[in-house]
Nanobody
Framework: QVQLVESGGGLVQPGGSLRLSCATS????????MRWYRQAPGKQRELVAT???????TYANSVKGRFTISRDNAKNTVYLQMNSLKPEDTAVYYCNADLRIGLGTRLDNYWGQGTQVTVSS
């Protein structure tokens, strides 16, 4: 059974930093595109950042220059370094990944359970 587990969320003051991690487990052959989404109360889930297996990244305009996505292919793990945090970054952050499982012939999309990030003084 494939699982994605986020960690690193919490309460931080405006201007502070957090680093989120998303660890995978199960019969994973390889990880392809990995993503971070977030969902604030009363709002739709939005894409925050993506990273390809080769390391190509994309960011939402709202986080460019403040957030950095990275990955460890050997561990099939993805990270999100969040700096200069603002109250509007408050949300549940979700990890999402395209994973090849088993012998690697099948590509499926998986979600983590989310981790709460609260930016408040």
């Amino acid at each position: 059974q494939v699982q994605l587990v986020e960690s690193g969320g919490g309460l931080v003051q405006p201007g502070g930093s957090l680093r989120l991690s998303c660890a995978t487990s199960g019969n994973i052959f390889s990880s392809e595109i990995m993503r971070w989404y977030r969902q604030a109360p009363g709002k739709q889930r939005e894409l925050v950042a993506t990273i390809s297996r080769r390391g190509t990244t994309t960011y939402a305009n709202s986080v460019k220059g403040r957030f950095t996505i990275s990955r460890d292919n050997a561990k099939n793990t993805v990270y999100l370094q969040m700096n200069s945090l603002k109250p509007e970054d408050t949300a549940v952050y979700y990890c999402n990944a395209d994973l090849r499982i088993g012998l690697g012939t099948r590509l499926d999309n998986y979600w983590g359970q989310g981790t709460q990030v609260t930016v408040s003084s």
